[in-house]
Nanobody, 124 residues
Framework: QVQLVESGGGLVQAGGSLRLSCAAS????????MGWFRQAPGKEREFVAAISWSFGRTYYADSVKGRFTISRDNAKNAVYLQMNSLKPEDTAVYYCAASSTEVPSFTGSNYDYWGQGTQVTVSS
């Protein structure tokens, strides 16, 4: 079992930055690929970024590549999403998710555990 709790969301102006954190419980956190997804009002949940449990390989959606950075600290059971150059279209609830696969999936249904989400609002 893995429990995930996100934090760090908030209101920021376009061009600003936020750092989301996801705290995980569970002894085997280091064996889970971790992902960030988001869901805007009236839209489907979409993949944002992911990181493998081995070697820390990272993957990004085209819409955030070059602006967002995912990282993990297995010693702290945490994963982070540094978001720079934020745009109004980044406004969404952001979710942290854990997958027992080594290579993270871009599909939410392949993730085993989810956090409750944190709201990110970017004003223009």
């Amino acid at each position: 079992q893995v429990q995930l709790v996100e934090s760090g969301g908030g209101l920021v102006q376009a061009g600003g930055s936020l750092r989301l954190s996801c705290a995980a419980s569970g002894r085997t956190f280091s064996r889970y690929a971790m992902g960030w997804f988001r869901q805007a009002p009236g839209k489907e949940r979409e993949f944002v970024a992911a990181i493998s449990w081995s070697f820390g390989r990272t993957y990004y959606a085209d819409s955030v590549k070059g602006r967002f950075t995912i990282s993990r600290d297995n010693a702290k059971n945490a994963v982070y999403l540094q978001m720079n150059s934020l745009k109004p279209e980044d406004t969404a609830v952001y979710y942290c998710a854990a997958s027992s696969t080594e290579v993270p999936s871009f599909t939410g249904s392949n993730y085993d555990y989810w956090g409750q989400g944190t709201q990110v609002t970017v004003s223009s």
